[in-house]
């Protein structure tokens, strides 16, 4: 639109603009495309287009536990919500194999906010996961730390661990959070093959060499019994007496 202007128009603009009004048109007009360009560089760019997940306070939460009164969620919400984004539901494998650190939860009005902290995989960081539920057990939003939660319709995979511990909290009343190491048992105390049967007596073991004379496999001697339950008998003789 510059190029249909006079010089001196040209010039009038740039005053304007309280920009320097030297060399030929061409640089005039380039000079006033660029203010133009640069019109609201810096400018507050007005209301956020990313809503940001409203939290309650951290007083409100609780931890969760088998009384804890939760919404009824089941695996098909957390599917659906998932395949509203057409993302994969991968949570449930890191859920296993217990990444999820701790989860709390918090009822304010019709909804429940959830909170956890998830480990994030390969890296020795944790994620703070937030999913909101309503309380006919409908995922209304979700957020998480890691670079791809931001927002209210947050889809990562620490979020479906989460919502995987809710999910197991509801249909189990139980929750699976991360243990130490010691806690584990570690594979080489697993056994390879379940015994079933009852022990074998120690008179019916296999042994090398025949037995020549009966063994006795009671460690105390046939006259110690005895004596031992002579003993016995008498201090009952005295109990009884008195
Ligand atoms: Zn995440």
């Not at 009038?12 to 006033?32: H, M, P």
């Not at 810096?42 to 940001?52: K, L």
């Not at 010691?182 to 007596?201: D, E, G």
């Amino acid at each position: 639109m510059y190029s249909f202007m006079t010089v001196v128009q040209l010039k009038n603009e740039l005053r304007q603009r309280n920009a320097s009004v030297t060399g030929k048109k061409a640089d005039l007009i380039e000079r006033l495309e660029a203010y133009d360009r640069n019109f609201n560089f810096g400018a507050d760019p007005g209301p956020s287009e990313d809503p940001r997940y409203e939290c309650p306070p951290v007083s409100c939460f609780k931890d969760i536990n088998a009384d804890s009164p939760i919404p009824p969620l089941d695996r098909h919400e957390i599917q659906a919500y998932f395949e509203k984004f057409n993302a994969q539901n991968k949570g449930k494998d890191m859920y296993e194999s217990r990444c999820l650190l701790t989860a709390r939860y918090a009822s304010v009005g019709a909804s429940t906010y959830f909170q956890g902290q998830c480990k994030a995989q390969m890296k020795k960081v944790t994620y703070i996961v937030n999913v909101k539920v309503s309380k006919e057990g409908n995922i209304e939003q979700a957020n998480c730390e890691c670079a791809a939660g931001s927002g209210i319709e947050a889809h990562c995979k620490h979020v479906s661990v989460l919502l995987c511990a809710v999910e197991d909290m509801c249909r189990t009343k139980t929750i699976m959070v991360h243990q130490v190491t010691t806690q584990k048992l570690m594979t080489f105390k697993r056994p390879h093959k379940v015994f079933y049967r009852s022990p074998i007596q120690a008179q019916n073991l296999p042994m090398s060499r025949p037995r020549k004379q009966a063994v006795n496999f009671n460690p105390l001697k046939r006259e110690d019994m005895m004596e031992n339950y002579q003993d016995y008998v008498h201090n009952l003789a005295i109990r009884r007496a008195v």
